[in-house]
């Protein structure tokens, strides 16, 4: 059965004991830590043995999954420096999952830069990737590429996850993204369903001109970004990992976490039967 969660960017100067309740207050399954963005939570890398043992217990105690750690590590960079060190935090990472018992890493392409050809960043992606996952694999951890700044097309994440060609590379699928630069759900799910492990979920009001760009949060179902078929379709093929609830100090937490539960709650059960 598909699962409901939050990131803590819906309140990232609250601790983890307050994650953990307002997710028992409102009925989520799972929380998704954003590390490396300052939050209170306390679950970043340098958290010691003895703190994630804690953590893990806490969840555990609660009743409240850690299904996924949400990074900003990326890996379509021109710098040999950094992409080693990007690869290298990555790997950092996936020992913190296994450490605290959660099993996907959110990663990003990330931008193309200037003077790189796209398919020499994919490949370059995917290569790093595939190094990532030999060590992942050994720990019981996917690393789920975003739908998500050069790969908002879902067609170019999966391109790149093949390129890859491991079993612990996947997609965490931004139903946004791909939706606000034209893609329509059907198309994009078809893409990604033989790879999604996440998924992130916000609706969203288009802005007047159309554009991909300036969309603004909305509480779900009062936007345009039509969930309700994102989870009819996720459940055809029994999805049974997250919906995570990303949204960026957008909206007010005691009021979009309780409403988007209902909501998520009432499509799943539509689609689910």
């Known amino acids: ?7 803590t960017f819906v309140a990232p100067e609250w601790t983890l004991e307050e994650h953990l ?3 028992i207050r409102y009925g ?18 340098d958290t ?10 806490q969840f555990a105690d609660c009743g409240v999954l850690l299904t996924t750690i949400a990074t900003s590590r990326r890996y379509a960079l021109d710098s040999d420096h950094e992409l080693r060190e990007s690869i290298d935090l990555t790997k950092q990472y996936c020992d913190l999952c296994a450490d605290l018992g959660a099993q996907n890493i959110r990663v990003f392409g990330g931008p193309t830069p200037t003077g790189m050809d796209f398919a020499d960043a994919k490949k370059l992606v995917a290569q790093s990737l595939h ?23 879902s067609a170019d994440a999966v391109e790149v996850v093949r390129t890859a060609d491991h079993p612990n590379v996947a997609i965490n699928w931004d139903i946004m993204h791909p939706y606000r630069f034209g893609e329509s759900m059907e198309t994009a799910f078809n893409n990604v369903k033989d790879y999604v492990r996440h998924c992130h979920i916000h609706d969203g009001t288009r802005p007047d001109d159309g554009s991909p760009n300036g969309w603004t949060l909305a509480l779900m179902g009062e936007g345009d970004i039509p969930h309700d078929e994102a989870i009819k379709l996720l459940a055809t093929i029994d999805y049974d990992g997250s919906l995570s609830g ?3 100090r957008a ?8 409403h988007d539960a209902q909501a998520l709650r009432e499509y799943i059960a539509a689609a689910e039967g």
């Open 1 to 7: 059965m598909m699962k409901i969660s939050f990131m």
């Open 21 to 23: 309740a307002a997710a």
């Open 28 to 45: 989520y399954d799972a929380i998704e830590p954003r590390c490396e963005a300052d939050h209170a939570h306390g679950v970043e890398l």
């Open 48 to 57: 010691t043995k003895k703190q994630r043992a804690a953590i893990k217990q």
């Open 131 to 153: 190094e990532c996952a030999e060590y992942a694999a050994e720990r019981g951890v996917y690393l789920c590429i975003e739908t998500h700044d050069a790969y908002c097309n």
């Open 246 to 248: 990303e949204w960026i």
């Open 251 to 258: 909206l007010e937490a005691e009021v979009v976490l309780p």
